[in-house]
């Protein structure tokens, strides 16, 4: 800028250099790091679904990208957005704040959309040949995702028809069947072959199975109903035998009066259909009411259709009458607590009382019948040993999973160890090493969530069948949503630990350091100052400020 | 240099940058951040009047500027004058087209500026003044000005005498001269600030945007509190939002999330002396404003029903 004269300097001074040059990331001793993280309800879920990207999705009404970010995760949304207990939703952060997303119904809405919209995949053959028996959850789950890998999928089921539990146990009012065929359709058009009325053990074995496949997946859920142990347990109908035969047609209630034994699922399923029956049932369950196995929401239910619940009850002994059964019930009290953490229910003695009924159904557990499986995968009391993670048993190439490994369970539990057991046969049949569990992603907990961003909004409102009209039907009770308050409602989720580009972090830094380009912010570390801002104002958690500790190119 | 525009709470925002990174604002520093979003707004054809004021330094320093568009640096007390002198310029040689916004602080605007502003709002000068309000003269080391609110702590209003009189009524002053728009805004609502600047754009004579800028060392808060403040400025009613055209329509943006004063306040180390009964008294001072601009707003569209809540959880 030498001059020699005073006409060389300009009227004014002039800046035309900008401040590019002025890195003023060495300002900085914080620094925001970008990292998404697990929302509380994906943690929950045990697909690990992806639920803030779906509810991102949907909430601006692109189903078709809630459904391929559904399915990366979850093969069938449309099962359990009706049957799943949804642990997501007890999960989600928004139950500590006003009340938590209607997730199931989402997945429900977008799994209906599937099965709308399904085109059908067909991969490139391996060559490899898997058995699966049982055609349940976790064998349907493990039968779609070898197949997707182009492995030949055969899937054996002693029963007429494909669905497990999901066809012949839970009632249909919860889940209709067509739901089910659907997805069942689905698979065989993707090459999926169901031998259905084949009984493992009896037809074939499972060792001519292993000489026959590269591996075999035995998913056979528990099937064998517990028994009382106490005179005149003939009487007694069993629960599962009673709602299978009802799911094929059986519309005659076996009395007007009907006693219920049990306090899990199994027990409410079972009154409940018998309302639908035109029956009035009494549930004798052994504990009260806290201590019911079965899931809360169902026993609401059972209580709105008008089953009447006797606490604290066992019945002890049951003779046949005239036309009618005359149980012994003996009252309970609650002792100590046992190995599972419940009080014990312990007999008053002197009791008993009569109670007259024209039926009693049985309904307190299930367990896995093994008798047919090699004795090296079984252990002393027959259970079968297998590992948790990859369903792997002793035996090369036997896996296991679902209800058999677990005792009775839930849908989506079964279809997770049935994708986690098609993901280790996968490996297992191509000669690779089996899969080991992921440390699982840390969680944004709720006081990470910039609450300023959201004002409290009450759950959307699910419809449904009108009390009167839902206990003469067996016609589906639940409703779907309509897209546009599945929208709405998406549209409440914190989307926690998920970055959806919401550019809070760009609109609000002022130095001009954030780009959002891609799918997360790219913070200019040249330029960010450290002050925090993004890390504060991103509503969801997914920006932190670390300390700073080598730096790279700092002017001291 | 980025394109297009990206989408903040339903708004298109264009991504294009008029402010340079590189600038020497503070750590999370409010006038930087109104400044990139005034320039968003209203576009690359402008030219900024700056008085004497921390923007003066944040530019950088000669020869070296922060801005892509012309800004031309003058005397403290002059924002307005200058910025009338630049617009009949940029008139003599036919370009009717660029805008000239006056950038000034507060002590620039409600104090020493005060006159020019007056008079360049009396001869109703095409331009759009915007105060930036730091609350306080705080490129010179934090002392009170006419902005500062009652009660607050600055270098010449220490602890034993904080500031005792209340924030001049700048609207009020400017809605007084009948300017055709006049709006408060602040960074915590770019949508907001952005659709007021747009707006003011397409308005000819004298605009005028009052923006709350939070200065976190003036403030005597942690940096990366800076929106956050600036948003319970808003959903507490310490910083009403709002319009007036012609100087007698008046329209709030917003009405206050119901939250108590003191949470903005406790953010704020320059309120930490504050006993409960002072801050009663600043509450009472509030509701009061508040009370009158209802009326105001209520005059113009004959209800305030039509006033939404501020967008705020918590
Ligand atoms: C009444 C009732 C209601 C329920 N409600 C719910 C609910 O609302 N939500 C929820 O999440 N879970 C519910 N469950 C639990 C859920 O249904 C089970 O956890 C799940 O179905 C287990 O899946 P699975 O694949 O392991 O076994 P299953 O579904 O039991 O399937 C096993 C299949 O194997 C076949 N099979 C068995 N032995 C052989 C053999 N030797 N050879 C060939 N085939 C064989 C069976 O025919 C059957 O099709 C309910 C269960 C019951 C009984
Ligand atoms: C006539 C005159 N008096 C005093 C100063 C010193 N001075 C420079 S900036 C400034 C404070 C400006 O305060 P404000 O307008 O609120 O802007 P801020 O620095 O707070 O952003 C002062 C007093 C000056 N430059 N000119
Ligand atoms: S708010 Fe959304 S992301 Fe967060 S836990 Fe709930 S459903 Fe999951
Ligand atoms: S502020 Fe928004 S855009 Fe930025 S990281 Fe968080 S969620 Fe993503
Ligand atoms: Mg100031």
Known sequence: MGSDSMQDLPDAPLSWGDTRWNKTGNWRHMRPEVRERAAPCAKACPLGNPIPKVMTAVSRGDLEEAARLLLERNPFPAITGRVCPHPCEVGCNRRRYDEPLAIRSIERLVGDWIQEHRTVYFPSETGKRVAIVGSGPAGLAAASYLRRQGHRVVVYDRNDRVGGMLVDAIPSYRLPRSVVEREARALEQMGVVFQLGVTIGRDVSVEQLLSSYDAVLVATGAHGERRMGIPGEEHFLGGLEFLRAVRRGERKPPGRRVAVVGGGNVAIDVARTLVRLGASPVILYRRTRKEMPAIEEEVERAEADGVEFQFLTLPTSAVKLDGYLRLVVVRMQLGERDRTGRPRPVPIPGSEFELECDAAIRAIGEVAETEFLPREVLDDQGWVVADKFTGATKRAGLFVAGDLVTGPATVVEAIAAGLRAGRAIDRFVRGEALPVQEKPLPTVPLKEINLDYFPRASRVSIPELPLAARCKTFDEEILGLDLNSARGEAARCFSCGSCNLCANCWIFCPDAAIHLDGDLPWVNLEYCKGCGVCATECPRGVITMKEELAREGAVA | ?314
């Open chain 2, 1 to 314: 240099m980025r394109t297009g525009t990206l989408l903040w709470a339903g708004l298109e925002v264009p991504q294009e940058e008029y402010l340079h990174p590189g600038h020497l604002a503070c750590q999370g520093c409010g006038a930087a951040l109104a400044m990139r979003l005034v320039l968003k707004a209203v576009g690359g054809d402008v030219m900024v009047v700056l008085p004497a004021c921390c923007w003066t330094i944040i530019d950088g320093p000669f020869p070296y500027h922060a801005l892509r568009v012309p800004l031309l640096h003058t005397a403290f007390e002059t924002a307005a004058a200058a910025a009338a002198g630049v617009k009949a310029g940029l008139e003599v040689l036919g370009d009717t087209r660029t805008q000239v916004i006056a950038w000034a602080g507060d002590g620039g605007t409600f104090d020493i500026g005060l006159q020019a502003l007056s008079g360049a709002a009396e001869r109703n000068e095409d331009i759009l003044y915007i105060c930036y309000d730091n609350e306080a003269y705080m490129n010179t080391g934090i002392q009170r000005s006419s902005a500062t609110p009652l009660g607050a702590w600055t270098t010449t209003t220490p602890e034993a005498h904080p500031e005792d009189r209340p924030k001049k009524d700048l609207m009020a002053i400017m809605a007084a001269h009948r300017i055709p728009y006049a709006a408060t805004a602040t960074v915590a609502f770019p949508d907001d600030l952005i659709r007021k600047a747009r707006k003011a754009k397409g308005i000819r004579g004298t605009r005028l945007l009052h923006i709350l800028a939070p200065c976190p060392p003036g403030w005597r808060m942690e940096s990366e509190r800076m929106i956050k403040v600036s948003r319970l400025a808003v959903a507490t009613g310490a910083f009403p939002l709002f319009e007036v055209e012609e100087g007698t329509r008046y329209t709030l943006t917003y009405r206050p999330a119901g939250l108590p004063l003191k949470e903005y306040l406790k953010l704020q180390g320059r309120f930490a002396h504050l006993t409960e009964d002072q801050i009663a008294v600043l509450e009472k001072q509030v509701e009061a404003r508040w009370k009158e601009l209802l009326e105001l707003h209520a005059r113009t569209h004959g209800t305030v029903e039509d006033i939404p809540v501020v967008p705020f959880g918590g």
